[in-house]
């Protein structure tokens, strides 16, 4: 998946939180920052989690690192990116 | 010479802060860890099992919930700092986040001692009652870390030297509040409607800009008159002012809840925290640990 995939994927799982319930799809998809869709830096955590939940049934955390580049939709996208590697990377014994 | 001394304040540096009410730059984080620390700070604050309050818009107290901020109210080098300025024995009574977008205006000048909390227009009461007469510089300080860039353009904080020998403003009485008037300058408040002499204005030549990089903090009276500038940068500014007394200082005595900036809180989760020496007063409700357990780190006597 690239960048763009990530994008629409950001789109879709908005849309099922309480955070995306007034925003469209094309909304989503077409912003830049995550402030033009009016959510706050800790709800912007929230989702993260949300989505680690959904997607690695937990099984991964939230790095600090990550938290400055949840501002713009590109910088989200990318990290829900290293999320699904860091899911799909095997268990080390 | 010991490693207590060196990161101490020389007798210098503390006949400055008498003179002048403020103390600073210190370094406590390099410059590219403190955003990382803060960025640990958030996570705390949405994985809280035990927050002390719901309010987003009232930011106090988070070093009760959030272990970063636990260990940061406890930073030696901090606390040695502030016992070179009041003694050993040295309480934590208070947090509180000031963020500042791109575009935020400045705050206006201000000076507070006793941070009188108003129950009603006619009814108030001190935040802080000073017990007892002290021999140390001071009974209250105000440790402020950036957490990002604080320097001019991002709006660092002004003082206005030697300001905490007087009153220039009278915190006894009520403000207007009213965020859509400009002249509310301070977090919606107007605070110029306390001053003592209406025609007084701090002189523009004596102000002192203090700029911060990121992981930097400046200590301070309340006492000290002090604003801070607009952010004209596209960044935004985050700071974390952590409060300090002597546990001989009654905290919020009279107080069971907070209201301000549109929203309140009740104090039922408010206790102290002890990040030096002991309580030998027993005034004041004290946490060993924080509200999700961690344990509060202290800065012993023997400096570690």
Known sequence: ?93 | MSDTVIRGLTAEQVESFKENGFLGPFDLYAEDEAPLVWSQAMIDMVTSENKPHDSTIINYDRHLDCDTLSRHIAQPAIVHKLRSLMDDDIMCWKTHIFEKEPGDSGTGWHQVEAFTVFESEDVSYPSLRYTEESTAATQELTVWTAFSSADKEHGCLRFLPGSHKQWYYDETKPMSYNVENKSHDFFGYDYAELKLDKNWDPNEQEIVDMELKAGQFVIFLAKCVHGSNPNISGDKRVGLASRYVSPSVRVYEHINRLSGFGDAIDLDYHGGVMVSGEDKYGYNRMHENNLNGFPFPKVESNGR
């Open chain 1, 1 to 93: 998946m690239d960048a763009d995939d990530y994008r629409h994927k950001f789109a879709e799982f908005l849309s099922t939180q309480p955070a995306g319930a007034d925003l469209t799809y094309e909304q989503i998809v077409g912003a830049q920052s995550r402030q033009e869709l009016g959510i706050s830096s800790l709800t912007m955590i929230v989702l993260l989690m949300n989505y680690i939940k959904k997607y690695t049934n937990g099984g991964v955390a939230v790095r600090p690192e990550w938290v400055p580049r949840l501002n713009d939709i590109d910088g989200i996208a990318s990290v829900l990116r290293e999320i699904d590697a860091s899911a799909a990377e095997p268990a080390r014994s």
